[in-house]
């Protein structure tokens, strides 16, 4: 009765999608006898396929996915299924376990070997969030998981140092693609032998864990380096995307060579001793992707170093970016001067600049001065951010963070200065107290003619997005607030084709989540306006908002 009940409460949670594919599944069955029924069983594979996929999705409810969404195990609502008969056993199996977890494995035990060639991700912990208990990482897991022949994705999450064992099982994976490892330590034993890693292409290595960015004050720093630059020579020469905490790059980073490398993302805080941008990127000759998310480093004595925004990215006089890695096209940064030596080595071929104000991946203590956690540009900056990279003409994605509401004098100012741009971002500091706005969205219609009209000086303009913090209850509405402005955007740019805003996710002691877009694009047009409705005036709750470098944009 439990399974059946959360086979029920899985479908329920996916009424709007599961309806479209009942009718595909009505449109597509069998017609020529009246006998015949539709069944899971008799319905096309590609069909069922769907059905699986969306019970595998389904997400818990709100609270528990705040809180517990690391150690929530995917493919729960399809267990009710898997036991009906042996057809929907090998139909769900694949998706049931593909993706698992060591903590679910009591005594660290080690999941049948007739399960394996279904694993494609593991994840791989020593200790519970959800509950204070330790989590036994037994010599038989590193041991099995170079028979996973499907596996391409690990995690790794220790409160220990990543134990040289586990690094050298995990080399030895024929498909492993790609490897996350959070909260990383690298004062312990190093591998006894070189490590292989034949075919992993993407690689995150972050001090950043459910705590927030918080390290032990008993890590060994000198073997660390060591172990860290020893680690990083076994990918240099395959690794296409590498992200790192800056935390853990040393001057000795810099006598590696990456050949292959085309995505390199910096976050957390700065190397000590700082290293600047240029001198990082020396060695990758076929760099696309650049970002440096550097952020306030408030473990940290400000009086040690450089560890407070705004930061010093590039070095005076300093040549061409592109002198060293030819193909860069985008870059995203953070906290830095509106006349940063680092504008003057721009390329100017580039194609997307993202300058962003980040905050550290914790929430600060009273004392800690808000002037200190970010470094967005104000109303008397923007102006010689603007003219810092107004060579730019390439230019066709900007992103801006900015100290204060996006008024029409700033948009006309970024157009005169841009007037080409195809996707435009405008944030107003995602890290201040209260609910932000770039303009008022609570009603549509009180939207400024003035920002429209700024706005329409983007002959080009196709992608508009805004960061702000919202209620969530009134995010997914179409008749809501951010509904009826992305209407009014899309009505007065006809060139527009989407309109987007975020609201952040709070801080709490579990970590944090990324932004999440929503967005709108022209098929608002197809339904009927609703009529304009009164929102009440938020609430002056403090809101914690968190700031990342631009990805795809996720529609809901």
Request: net charge negative; with cysteine.
């Amino acid at each position: 009765m439990a399974t059946a009940l959360c086979f029920v409460q899985g479908l329920l949670g996916r009424i709007p999608t599961a309806l479209r594919i009942l009718k595909e599944l009505l449109r597509r069955a069998p017609t020529a006898s009246s006998h015949t029924s539709v069944t899971l069983v008799t319905v096309p594979t590609d069909i069922l396929h769907i059905i699986l996929q969306l019970l595998y999705d389904t997400s818990p409810a709100e609270e528990e996915r705040e809180r517990y969404d690391h150690e929530i195990c995917k493919g729960e609502y399809l267990l009710a299924l898997s036991v009906t008969c042996r057809y929907m056993r090998a139909q769900t199996l694949p998706w049931i376990f593909r993706e698992v977890y060591n903590w679910s494995r009591p005594g660290g035990g080690i999941w049948p070997e007739t399960l394996w060639p279904f694993f494609m991700s593991v994840h791989i912990r020593d200790q519970s969030v959800r509950h204070p208990a330790h989590i036994a990482l037994s010599p038989e897991l590193c041991s099995v998981l170079s028979g996973m022949r499907s596996l391409t994705t690990v995690t790794v999450r220790l409160e220990a140092s990543v134990p040289g064992e586990l690094l050298g099982a995990l080399s030895l994976a024929p498909c492993l693609t790609f490897l996350e490892i959070h909260q990383a330590r690298f004062d312990g034993t190093a591998p006894s032998s070189p490590l292989p890693f034949a075919t992993l292409k993407g690689l995150v290595v972050c001090i950043s864990g459910f705590r927030g960015v918080v390290r032990s004050d008993t890590i060994d720093r000198r073997r660390e380096v060591a172990n860290v630059v020893a680690l990083l020579k076994s990918f240099n020469h395959s690794l296409t995307m590498l992200q790192i905490s800056g935390d853990l790059l040393s001057p000795d980073f810099l006598s590696l060579t990456w050949l292959h490398l085309r995505s390199f993302i910096v976050t957390e805080h700065t190397p000590t001793p700082y290293i600047a941008v240029p001198e990082l990127v020396s060695k990758m000759p076929a760099l696309r992707d650049l970002s440096i998310l550097f952020s306030a480093d408030l473990s940290r004595d400000r009086d040690a170093g450089e560890m407070y925004p705004p930061f010093k990215l590039g070095t005076p006089g300093g040549g061409l970016l592109t002198h060293r890695s030819p193909l860069l096209t985008t870059i995203t940064l953070s906290n830095l001067e509106p006349a940063d030596p680092i504008f003057s080595q721009l390329p100017h071929s580039l194609e997307s600049l993202h300058l962003l104000a980040m905050q550290d991946g914790y929430i600060p203590g009273p004392s800690s001065p808000g002037s200190l956690w970010e470094a967005p540009f104000t109303l008397t900056t923007i102006p010689i951010a603007l003219e810092s990279i107004s060579h730019l003409q390439e230019l066709t994605a900007l992103s801006l963070t900015l100290d204060d509401f996006a008024t029409a004098d700033t948009i006309l100012r970024i157009a005169s200065v841009f007037p080409r741009l195809r996707f435009l971002q405008l944030g107003h500091a995602t890290y201040s107290h209260g609910h932000q706005f770039c303009f008022d969205v609570r009603d549509a219609y009180m939207i400024q003619d003035s920002i429209l009209h700024a706005l329409q000086c983007f002959s080009r303009l196709t992608h508009l997005r805004i960061s702000l913090d919202f209620f969530e209850r009134a995010i997914d509405a179409q008749d809501g607030p951010q509904g009826r402005a992305a209407q009014w955007l899309l009505e007065g740019l006809p060139g527009l084709c989407t309109v987007a805003f975020s609201w952040g996710r709070s801080w709490d002691d579990y970590g944090f989540e990324n932004i999440i877009w929503r967005v709108w694009d022209r098929s608002v047009f197809l339904l009927p306006r609703a009529p304009p409705a009164f929102e009440p005036e938020p609430a002056e709750d403090v809101v914690y908002g968190v700031a990342i470098p631009p990805r795809e944009q996720r529609s809901t």
